[in-house]
């Protein structure tokens, strides 16, 4: 099975940017799409971003789009979120998760990182 861990998140001031890293274990990485989720206090778990197997089709949030960037390097195992241009409500936990190509809900989930922008 597929073993996922986020990295890269920290304190960042408005307008900073982070990149987020998950590393996947197994030989199996590159036949899961990828996805980025976020959860703040107090609200529900949302979706961010995400990345097919080949890394060829991406799709957004409405609200992150043209400040984040997803992207895959399979090679690697390893899954990105380049976030520019931060703003205090882009702080959340976020989380990557994997999603057989031939399945409908994401399997496989990370423990989670914090990123905190500060106004």
């Known amino acids: 099975q597929v073993q996922l861990v986020e990295s890269g998140g920290g304190l960042v001031q408005a307008g900073g940017s982070l990149r987020l890293s998950c590393a996947a274990s197994?030989?199996?990485?590159?036949?899961?799409?990828m996805g980025w989720f976020r959860q703040a206090p107090g609200k529900d778990r949302e979706f961010v971003a995400a990345?097919?197997?080949?890394?060829?089709?991406?799709r957004y949030v409405d609200s992150v789009k043209g400040r984040f960037t997803i992207s895959r390097d399979n090679a690697k195992n390893t899954v990105y979120l380049q976030m520019d241009s931060l703003k205090p409500e882009d702080t959340a936990v976020y989380y990557c998760?994997?999603?057989?190509?031939?399945?409908?809900?994401?399997?496989?989930w990370g423990q989670g990182t914090q990123v905190t922008v500060s106004s």
């Open positions: 990345i097919s197997t080949r890394g060829n089709v991406t």
């Open positions: 197994g030989r199996t990485f590159s036949s899961y799409a």
């Open positions: 998760g994997a999603r057989s190509w031939n399945l409908l809900s994401y399997e496989f």
